[in-house]
């Protein structure tokens, strides 16, 4: 067991007027299964670089273990999964490695392919069975939910829970949850590390927040009371003082000393007042904005949507997935899931429109509006507002449901491309939302890399106004609590 131990840490990027850290201290065990989160654009990447040695800053930074860092980045993608796991860690044991593949449900068989061809989940596990058999080593795990379906995210989420020394960046509230015992969480104001899993921290946060919320109710009240006396002792300060006009000398003396005492505890109640004020501003200072987000749905002729009927999808002679059956009508929000792999992709691109070989019959009803977001976010350019302007959106609207989603001014006025991947789909499913024209929208994995509590917000948004959807996602908890149909392929 060893520490981390940050000091006063403080950094700013090249050029930028924006402290990402401001004299930040804290410390952590080598030997903590540790999640690490807090809203998109904050810092969390940014930090496991200053882990890595790869940025300058203020403060310092002491470790007495390696770092290694997920996902890692592969010289040689076309040679076999095996040479790569040697260009990783040359000095590997390969019935160590099998060891720990095994844990994973990774085949041995996989290793003789080329790297370049497993699956994004596959490439997940096995650099991960690589990098957890480095000795003297703190593994920095950033955000591997995005490449994992929901069986795989359970599983890698129990390798997690019996390994040590390390920090994991993911969203997914179910995942972190099976396999941390601590939090660090970047919040508003400050840095802060506790004991417990994600739901844990969530609870004695919410608790926090309700805390700071009524004292800041009383001080409102208290301030109202200060101002309101302050105000009646200045008028009656005034209102002595000019008493003394047409009075004798020696009254206007005693007079005047009266209206100084008034004068002098209205500045004292004034001190009060802005004193108060100040108190007020500490409190409140890691409350997340969590304003509720609307969200407006055209009616539409017909209750039924969209129809498919044994539809199978085959790209060459490799099928995708067959005699799939699905009808879509108003108010289903239905949940799409499968392996990777299974075609969830390619069935909505193909409901969407999106030329698919496929065969059986998709109907979409005539006149029918659907608003497709994708998985992918390199299309995006340019800032914001042109984004809005291009697909006929009010920007302040659009602005203010990417505010409450907590991306701030600074970041609006930024070209999208210099953005985090969380920042980008955020854009992304805001453009969805605020098409207010849309009948039916349709949504590939649009929580990757958006932080937990901008989650916790799109699910009430759509518990709250019941849109019709289609949507992959991987986020167990999201499913259960959003989802009125599934379909399993």
């Not at 490449?147 to 390390?166: I, M, P, Q, T, W």
């Not at 969480?185 to 004695?204: L, P």
Request: glycine share 6%.
């Amino acid at each position: 067991m060893s520490l981390i131990q940050v000091s006063n840490l403080t950094f700013a990027y090249e050029g930028s007027y924006e402290t990402i850290f401001d004299r930040v201290s804290f410390q952590i065990d080598t030997d903590w299964k540790l999640g690490f989160t807090g809203r998109n654009g904050r810092g969390k990447t940014t930090f496991l670089n200053l882990l890595l040695g790869k940025f300058e800053y203020q403060g310092s930074i002491t470790a007495s273990v390696d770092f290694s860092y997920f996902p890692y980045e592969i010289p040689d993608p076309a040679a076999t999964a095996l040479d790569v796991a040697y260009q990783i860690e040359p000095t590997l044991l390969e019935w160590q490695l099998l060891r720990e593949l095994a844990a994973l449900e990774f085949s041995p068989e996989v290793l003789d392919r080329p790297y370049s061809t497993l699956s994004g989940g596959e490439q997940a596990k096995l650099q991960l069975a690589v990098l957890f058999l480095r000795e003297n080593n703190f593994l920095l795990i950033d955000e591997p939910t995005n490449h994992l379906d929901l069986a795989g995210r359970e599983l890698v989420s129990r390798y997690l829970n019996r390994k040590k020394g390390f920090i994991l960046v993911s969203h997914d509230q179910a995942f972190l949850d099976g396999c941390v015992d601590h939090i660090l969480s970047i919040n508003k104001a400050n840095i802060e590390v506790r004991k417990g899993d994600f739901s844990t921290w969530w609870q004695n946060k919410a608790q926090q927040d309700a805390l700071e919320i009524a004292q800041n109710e009383r001080l409102r009240k208290e301030i109202r009371r200060l101002r309101d006396t302050a105000r009646e002792k200045a008028d009656w300060s005034d209102r002595v003082e000019s008493t003394k006009i047409g009075s004798a000398a020696y009254d206007r003396g005693a007079i005047g000393h009266k209206a100084a005492k008034m004068m002098a505890r209205s500045k004292a109640i004034e001190k009060r007042q802005s004193d108060a004020i100040e108190e007020k501003s500490k409190l409140l200072h890691n409350i997340e904005v969590s304003d509720a987000i609307k969200i407006f749905e055209a009616p539409f002729y017909t209750r039924r949507y969209a129809e498919l009927m044994d539809v199978s999808i085959s790209y060459g002679e490799r099928e995708i997935c067959r005699n799939i059956r699905l009808r879509i009508e108003a108010g289903d929000r239905i949940a799409l899931q499968g392996a990777n792999g299974s075609g969830k992709s390619s069935l909505i691109k193909l409901l969407c429109g999106i030329d698919i070989p496929h065969t059986g019959e998709v109907r979409v009803a005539s006149g029918l509006r659907i608003s497709y977001m994708s998985q992918e976010t390199s299309h995006l350019k340019g800032i914001p507002a042109d984004i809005a302007r291009d697909a006929g959106i009010d920007e302040s609207l659009f602005y203010a449901m990417l505010f409450q989603l907590g991306v701030n001014k600074s970041q609006l006025e930024k070209d999208v491309r210099q953005l985090s991947a969380g920042q980008k789909k955020k854009i992304l499913l805001t453009k969805s939302i605020c098409e207010s024209d849309t009948h039916l929208r349709v949504w590939d994995e649009p929580l990757n890399y958006i932080d937990i509590i901008s989650r916790m917000q799109i699910r009430d948004l759509l518990l709250t106004h019941k849109p019709t959807i289609l949507f992959v996602e991987h986020d167990r908890a999201f499913c259960d609590a959003v989802a009125t149909k599934t379909l399993l392929l």
